[in-house]
Structures are given as C-alpha cells and as structure tokens.
C-alpha cells in the first residue's frame, strides 16, 4: 500500500495481506499527525478595498505585496527626513565656512534674517 504527496512519499507494508487498506489508513490519520487539517478563514480585504475570499497562495502574495509597499513607504519617508536634514546641514555648513561675512552682516544690518 503507498500513500504520497508531491514532497514526502511513505510505503507501509502490513504484516498480512488481510488488513484492509483503507481502515488502515483512517486509523494512522486520526491517530497520528500524518494528515493536520488547520481551518482558515480566508476572507481579506483585498489592498483594502473589497472583501473577498483568497486561497492561501492569494493570501501569502497579497501578504508580501502589502509588506514590500509599507517597507517602500517606510523608507521613502526616511529618506525624506534625512533630506531635510542635509538641507539644514548644508546651511549650517555654509554658515560656518562664511563666518566672518555673517558676523559682519549681523552687525550692520538692520535686518539681518534677509541678507
């Protein structure tokens, strides 16, 4: 008697040829671990627009798609942050390398925030 799968292929030989295979075979599935049945609930809300019902491979791939879009957010975000910080560190730069014109033009200007 043999029972497989794509992955995982297992040949049990009983002892006597008057074991009927398929009580068998009901026997180690409901004793054993050899077939796990797990219920899902497969009803998404696709990119969170309509309720529908996936497969699991509908679901795992709508799954990484949200993740890879947050992540790109994410880092987009990010990015612009440290965007506006270089800017403001290149005004502090600036700043400094022109010291003394900025001391000067501080002194002698009435409104200084314009020049």
Not at 12 to 33: G, I, N, W, Y
Not at 69 to 91: D, P
Request: positive net charge; aromatic residues 4%.
């Amino acid at each position: 008697m043999t029972k497989s799968t794509e992955d995982i292929r297992i040949v049990l030989s009983p002892k006597s040829r008057t074991v009927d295979a398929d009580l068998l075979m009901e026997q180690l599935f409901r004793q054993s671990d050899l077939e796990v049945r797990i219920p899902l609930n497969l009803n998404v809300l696709d990119r969170g627009l309509v309720p529908k019902v996936m497969g699991l491979k509908q679901a795992l791939q709508a799954f990484v798609d949200h993740r890879r879009e947050v992540l790109e957010r994410r880092s987009r975000f990010r990015l612009e942050k440290i965007a506006a910080r270089l800017e403001v560190l290149e005004g502090y730069l600036a700043v400094y390398l022109n010291l003394d014109k900025v001391i000067k033009i501080i002194r002698t200007e009435d409104n200084p925030s314009q020049n």
